[in-house]
Nanobody, 116 residues
Framework: QVQLVESGGGLVQAGGSLRLSCAAS????????MGWYRQAPGKQRELVAA???????NYADSVKGRFTISRDNAKNTVYLQVNSLKPEDTADYYC??????????WGKGTLVTVSS
C-alpha cells in the first residue's frame, strides 16, 4: 500500500536549520509531483514547496530563499531543507504525492518547533 513517512522534524532555535525527509513507497514515485505542506495550530494547511516529476519547483512566498525542496528518484525520497527558521515556521509538516490521474496521498506529518 502507499506509504509516505516523514522524518527530520524537531525543536530548533530561530535561525537554525533542519532537513526533512519523506520516504515513499507503494506507487510510482518518479511520475508524481511531490510536495511539502504545513499546518500550524488553528490555521489551514498550506503548500510550502513542491517539485514536479521533471524537477520544476515552486515555493510559498514566505519560504522563498530559505527552504529548498529536492527529490532523489533512486531512493524514492523527497527532502525539504529548511534554513533561517523563524518561530512562525512552527507547524506540522506533511509530505504529499499527487498525480491528477492516479492519486493524491498524504503522510502523517513531522512536527517542527522553532523557539525564539
Amino acid at each position: 500500500q502507499v506509504q509516505l513517512v516523514e522524518s527530520g522534524g524537531g525543536l530548533v532555535q530561530a535561525g537554525g536549520s533542519l532537513r526533512l525527509s519523506c520516504a515513499a513507497s507503494g506507487f510510482i514515485f518518479t511520475i508524481y509531483t511531490m510536495g511539502w505542506y504545513r499546518q500550524a495550530p488553528g490555521k489551514q494547511r498550506e503548500l510550502v514547496a513542491a517539485i514536479t516529476s521533471g524537477g520544476i519547483t515552486n515555493y510559498a512566498d514566505s519560504v522563498k530563499g530559505r527552504f529548498t525542496i529536492s527529490r532523489d528518484n533512486a531512493k524514492n525520497t523527497v527532502y525539504l531543507q529548511v534554513n533561517s527558521l523563524k518561530p512562525e515556521d512552527t507547524a506540522d509538516y506533511y509530505c504529499n504525492a499527487n498525480r491528477r490521474d492516479q492519486g493524491n496521498y498524504w503522510g502523517k506529518g513531522t512536527l517542527v518547533t522553532v523557539s525564539s
